[in-house]
């Protein structure tokens, strides 16, 4: 069935660190990639997107590149911050079926100063 | 920010006793889901619906049931509550089908000693 993996950590890092966090998944048809954030104490909320194979989606300074080749969606971003200390979850909704969101386990990101 | 929000935020309950979850919604979205969130799992779909009266089942939906009898109302009821059902349990919506960004409610935290 369709499912994501992505590294579980916790990460953490040091202010200004590069951050990347792998995400693969598996999937029948064509899914819609995306990245929700959770911070601490409340609900996640998307970050970015991707929905078709070679697009990147972007915000905040992070990145996300859709890649069908190695059925990728690697989050990185150059410059972290303490602010981006936070759980992040990959996801995909699968072609053949839009109306359930599939999550991968998430990963604690902790930024130190 | 579709609106959503969960009541209680937080609850303590014994053993064996019934308890209703509540999200409510002000965007007229038409899917609305209940997910829970423990350490080392993610988040696990119990139920959800696509419509008024339409609900499913999701991954985890045992020893829980749904209701829905109103658009913006999507209540979750732990029947008999047992101390694996200790968790934070977070609403979700979908605006229409093939639309593809989740909003989430801000949680509810349950403790069942």
């Known amino acids: 069935g369709d499912s994501v993996t992505q590294m579980e950590g916790p990460v953490t890092l040091s202010e200004e660190a590069f951050l990347t966090i792998n995400c693969t998944y598996t999937?029948?048809?064509?899914?819609?990639l995306f990245w929700y954030v959770q911070y601490p104490g409340e609900g996640l909320q998307l970050l970015l997107k991707a929905t078709k194979a070679d697009d990147k989606g972007s915000n905040k300074g992070f990145e996300a590149t859709y890649r069908k080749e190695t059925t990728s969606f690697h989050l990185e971003k150059g410059s972290v911050q303490v602010s981006d200390s936070a759980v992040y979850f990959c996801?995909?909704?699968?072609?053949?079926?839009?109306?359930?969101?599939?999550f991968g386990p998430g990963t604690s990101l902790s930024v130190i100063p | 920010d579709a609106g959503i929000t969960q009541s209680p935020r937080h609850k303590v309950t014994e053993t064996g006793t019934p308890v209703t979850l509540r999200c409510h919604q002000t965007?007229?979205?038409?899917?609305m889901y209940w997910y829970r969130q423990d350490p080392g799992h993610g988040l696990r779909l119990i139920h959800y619906s696509y419509g008024v009266k339409d609900t499913d089942k999701g991954e985890v939906s045992d020893g829980y049931s749904v209701s829905r009898s109103k658009t913006e109302d999507f209540l979750l009821t732990l029947e008999s509550a047992t101390s694996s059902q200790t968790s934070v349990y977070f609403c979700?919506?979908?605006?229409?089908?093939?639309?593809?960004?989740?909003?989430f409610g801000p949680g509810t935290r349950l403790t069942v000693l």
């Open positions: 979700a919506t979908f605006g229409t089908k093939g639309t593809d960004t989740q909003y």
């Open positions: 965007e007229n979205h038409r899917y």
């Open positions: 999937a029948t048809g064509y899914p819609s």
């Open positions: 996801a995909l909704i699968p072609g053949t079926s839009y109306d359930k969101v599939i």
